[in-house]
């Protein structure tokens, strides 16, 4: 029974480590994307690199506004669930936190260099809540396909892995993920549909 407690909380300690080598990762990007911005301020400031965190159009539909905000991560969260299914998947969702890292820092620059300290309100009541939750979503869903990656790289090495569980719980979990990112892409639509107007008017 100490035994079972005892690797449980092995196993928990490890993955809290995991989920800070993740972070930190995310937090390089977050760091290149500024630099990259600050340095070409004309030429970054796009729906590729951006990801949909900076847009200013305040009179788009309120569905509009939703796919806006729930494409582009559900894009990251489709493309960690296909590099779980491969052997070589760990170094792919690696540089999808990168870019979405830099997706991060280039939304930030682009609110500094276009309202300076006075657009502290948009990032705050419309970038932060958003960037912080589907961060967080793609933080986890990196982790799944890391450790489902991991499993078949062991095999394809002819190495014992740890033992997995059914991979119906994989699906399961993603789409457990893509449902908290819908919930949270109709939170911020409500927030950008009803606030974005008064903020960067006021800006």
């Given at each position: 029974m100490y035994q079972t407690v005892g690797a449980c909380c092995t196993a928990t300690q490890q993955r809290h480590r995991q989920l800070q080598r993740f972070l930190y990762v995310l937090l390089c990007g977050f760091l290149i994307g500024i630099v990259w911005a600050m340095g070409a301020p004309d030429h970054t400031w796009n729906l590729l690199l951006d990801q949909g965190f900076s847009e200013q159009e305040v009179h788009r539909s309120l569905p509009g506004i939703f796919?806006?905000?729930f494409l582009p991560t559900?894009?990251?969260l489709l493309c960690c669930m296909l590099l779980g299914l491969s052997a070589f998947g760990q170094a792919g969702?690696?540089?999808?936190?990168?870019?979405?890292?830099?997706?991060?820092?280039?939304?930030?620059?682009h609110s500094y260099l276009t309202w300076g300290l006075q657009g502290l309100p948009v990032v705050l009541f419309q970038q932060l809540p958003h960037s912080g939750v589907t961060s967080i979503l793609l933080l986890l869903a990196v982790r799944e396909a890391w450790r489902l990656s991991s499993r078949f790289a062991a095999f394809a090495r002819n190495q014992p892995g740890e033992d997995g569980e059914p991979l119906r719980y994989y699906w399961i979990r993603f789409f457990v993920l893509t449902l908290l990112l819908m919930i949270g892409a109709a939170g911020d639509s409500a927030l950008t549909y009803f606030l974005s107007g008064f903020l960067i008017g006021a800006v």
């Open positions: 796919l806006g905000s559900f894009g990251l969702s690696i540089l999808v936190l990168l870019y979405r890292g830099i997706g991060l820092g280039v939304a930030a620059s």
